[in-house]
């Protein structure tokens, strides 16, 4: 270790608030919450919450923890933010330091989560604490909900969280993801949707024999060749320049290969990401339709399906507006709008009523072996947070804290 590593505390010209952010996160990181287990960090943020004057609803389902913390302000937008405090997987090995310990080395706090996704919550604890001990008058509701269970199958994380508010008759107008969106610059990129994604496992079933009578068979292995080239070759009409759909062969398997016999079984495995102009519905009408007389030889099996969202402009109280103009009053330019990338929990949140728009740090380290996030990265996301929370839930004669 170097002196460098061993440097716990960060310069000093930040202040109290600001330290206050830096140890919000280093805590966060501290709870090894490898999906689905929370390990103590949704019960930590309960109780911050608690102490802002949140009500809390804690509920766990096949060890996953789930959190709807909400506070009422009065009459106004009611608005949620939402996170995860699972991380995925971290060992010592190749680390500058202790991926559970939140070191700082050189300015950047490194960890397992930092910037997937803890950075964005300890962000959000200290705008929310921003706002709630602002003076000024208030109005809305903000709604806190958060998962243990996203980087996992995220069966019984945001998916129930979503479906509880919905029992509860609770209507969201819009939801801010902390998810780290961001390319070269804190601000630079959010995501206003996401593609939907689905797997299948398609089986071709022929007919084998002798590779030198081949009238009397149907080479599977040929008849695949032809699935691919049709399915590759399908025009996405509904696609936008923003939001492509993309079809991946993810695997080609036939068991058993001997050189003399016509295999009679070959299973195709793919991928398609596709644009919000579909539902996965017309995406497999898409695939049946291309497949067309092969279908007698073919059995699909549908996977893993995730619907794609898209938040557009509106004209009354639009969030996407709203996060474009607390980053420009931080950064001083307008993000890029993306719906590029894998899944996210957005898509249990959003419908025609409510606007789902992630925000947070860069993604050029998530997952990755030294996943960190630089202190004045983790500041300009709390600065850009704590503008948004401020415009939408004080009054519009009180808009400084
Ligand atoms: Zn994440």
């Known amino acids: ?25 280093q805590t966060l990181i501290r709870f090894k919450s490898i999906t689905p287990n929370s ?29 709807i913390a909400k506070i009422f302000f009065g009459a106004g937008p ?6 995860h405090i699972d991380v995925v997987p971290a060992t010592r090995d190749g680390w500058l330091a202790d991926p559970f310990d939140g070191h700082i080395i050189n300015d950047a706090i490194y960890g397992r989560g930092a910037a997937d996704m803890k950075g964005g919550i300890a962000a959000m ?44 008759g609770v209507q969201l107008d819009g939801c801010i993801v902390g998810e780290p969106t961001s390319h070269l610059q804190v601000g630079d990129t959010i995501k206003n949707g996401r593609r939907g994604a689905l797997s299948a496992r398609l089986v071709v079933n022929g007919k084998a024999g002798h590779v030198a009578y081949p009238e009397n068979t149907i080479n599977a292995a040929h008849v695949s060749a032809e699935v691919i080239k049709r399915l590759t070759g399908i025009t996405w009409q509904c696609d936008e320049p923003s939001s492509q759909t993309s079809l991946q062969v993810t695997g080609i398997n036939i068991a ?69 103009q607390a980053i420009f009053n931080v950064t001083g330019s307008y993000p890029l709008l993306s719906t590029s990338g894998g899944t996210s929990d957005g898509r249990f949140f959003a419908n025609d009523y409510t606007q789902v728009i992630e925000c ?30 401020v415009n939408i839930f004080t009054q519009p004669d009180s808009k400084h804290v």
Not at 2 to 25: C, D, E, F, G, R
Not at 125 to 152: C, F, H, M, P, V
């Open 256 to 324: 058993n290969v001997v050189d003399n016999i016509v295999p009679a079984r070959c299973e195709v495995t793919f991928n398609i990401r596709y644009s919000h102009g579909y539902k996965s519905s017309d995406i497999k009408n898409e695939i049946q339709l291309a497949l067309g007389d092969l279908q007698p030889l073919l059995s699909v099996q549908w996977e893993r399906p995730c619907e794609p969202f898209y938040t557009s402009h509106q004209t009354h109280c639009c969030l996407l507006t709203q996060v474009e």
């Open 360 to 389: 947070g740090v860069r993604n050029n380290t998530i997952h990755q072996v030294n996943e960190h996030v630089p202190i004045n990265d983790l500041l300009k996301i709390e600065k850009i947070y704590t503008q948004l929370l």
């Open 125 to 168: 604890l200290s705008a929310t604490q921003t706002l709630i001990n602002s003076a000024r008058q208030k109005q809305g509701t903000l709604y806190w909900l958060i998962t243990s269970d996203e980087e996992g199958e995220a069966e019984y994380g945001s998916l129930l969280i979503a479906e509880r508010l919905a029992q509860q």
């Open 1 to 25: 270790m170097t002196k460098a590593i061993n440097k716990k505390v960060p310069a000093p010209y930040l202040t109290i608030p600001q330290l206050k952010t830096l140890s919000h996160l």
């Open 39 to 67: 390990a103590g960090g949704i019960e930590w943020l309960a109780h911050q919450l608690t102490d802002l004057g949140f009500s809390i609803e804690q509920f766990s389902t096949h060890n996953v923890t789930n959190l």
């Open 78 to 83: 009611v608005m949620a933010f939402s996170g």
